[in-house]
């Protein structure tokens, strides 16, 4: 008496109601996907790509702020950078931040 006949209908819901119901999460995450998680996707790749390709001479910035010339490239994930004259430090590869100059190609 008191339930509306609109109320009383919905009480049915269903299968096509609890689908329904899911199709703002999926929205959701799709957006999500495309605004967040897929440029870090990418950026992760091109930074992977900058620390493959460092060689000898190259001016790179540290994730710490230090900024040097590439004296050697290691094989073990390791480079040497010389900070100053006569003064030189190992860098883990991967906290290479940016590289400002590169050299030219070895021709060969």
């Known amino acids: 008496m008191f339930v ?3 109320y009383a209908q919905d009480l049915g819901g269903g299968a096509g109601g609890a689908f329904a119901s899911f199709v703002p999460l999926i ?3 799709a ?3 495309f605004l967040l998680i897929r440029p870090q996707q990418k950026k992760v790749k091109e930074h992977q790509k900058m620390v493959e390709a460092l060689r000898r001479g190259d001016q790179v910035i540290t994730a710490g702020g230090i900024v040097g010339k590439v004296v050697k ?3 073990d994930g390791e480079i040497e ?3 100053a004259e006569g ?3 190992r860098v883990i590869r991967s906290t290479i931040a940016t590289v400002r100059s590169k ?4 021709e060969g």
Request: glycine share 0%.
């Open 31 to 33: 957006i999500m996907y």
């Open 87 to 89: 003064m030189k430090v």
């Open 81 to 83: 950078v010389e900070i």
């Open 4 to 6: 509306s006949p609109a």
């Open 103 to 106: 050299t030219e190609p070895a």
């Open 73 to 75: 490239v290691r094989d």
């Open 27 to 29: 929205l959701i995450f």
